[in-house]
T-cell receptor
């Protein structure tokens, strides 16, 4: 069974500091996603990482994927209060047996989430 | 706004009852996914439909069922409700076919079972 682990689970950091959230997964996959969730709200897609070595950046957030190490990182640069949220990574795996086509039978397995609090 | 809609936003009911949650995917998306989010279980994949057909099942209880209709909207039916079924239920959709499976989530339905 696929396991997706994030660490830390909770992170409290000061504004202006840098930090990294780690996402480890236990099976082969070359597709990984990062989502953000504000309290009581839905999940917002942040990054889609589709291959080994993929790096995506948006504002103060940068995500990378190392499929050989089965590791993705979400790096926060010069944190600001608006980044306070829970961040989830999710790994994409095809269910078995495969469906008629290669599409439409994927499932996402989510990590435990990292609750990030930025302190002024 | 992801383009995925869910109704109702909140639902309060009693144990033993049955409820139906509704989801409309983004325009053009053929796949619909249902997830349950609770404090103790985290985000759990329940079931996926693709163009009206069930394609993948996750940790979905036998008391739960879903379907996707010809207009691609989906309903999740929860029956014989228990206190432990209280959770946020999300629907997500994705475009198919495609080379990746970015899923867009609806606002969720918060179910409270008393």
């Amino acid at each position: 069974e696929l396991k997706v682990e994030q660490n830390p689970l909770f992170l409290s950091m000061q504004e202006g500091k840098n930090y990294t959230i780690y996402c480890n997964y236990s099976t082969t996959s070359d597709r990984l996603y990062w989502y953000r969730q504000d309290p009581g709200k839905s999940l917002e897609s942040l990054f889609v990482l589709l291959s080994n070595g993929a790096v995506k950046q948006e504002g103060r957030l940068m995500a990378s994927l190392d499929t050989k190490a089965r590791l993705s990182t979400l790096h926060i640069t010069a944190a600001v209060h608006d980044l306070s949220a829970t961040y989830f990574c999710a790994v994409d795996t095809k269910t078995h047996p495969p469906a008629i086509s290669n599409f439409g039978n994927e499932k996402l397995t989510f990590g435990t989430g990292t609750r990030l609090t930025i302190i002024p | 706004d992801s383009g995925v809609t869910q109704t109702p936003k909140h639902l309060i009911t009693a144990t033993g009852q049955r409820v139906t949650l509704r989801c409309s995917p983004r325009s053009g998306d053929l796949s619909v996914y249902w997830y349950q989010q609770s404090l103790d279980q985290g985000l759990q994949f329940l079931i996926q439909y693709y163009n009206g057909e069930e394609r993948a099942k996750g940790n979905i209880l036998e008391r739960f069922s879903a379907q996707q209709f010809p207009d691609l909207h989906s309903e999740l039916n929860l029956s014989s409700l228990e206190l432990g079924d209280s959770a946020l239920y999300f629907c997500a959709s994705s475009a198919d076919p495609g080379s990746y499976n970015e899923q867009f989530f609806g606002p969720g339905t918060r179910l409270t079972v008393l």
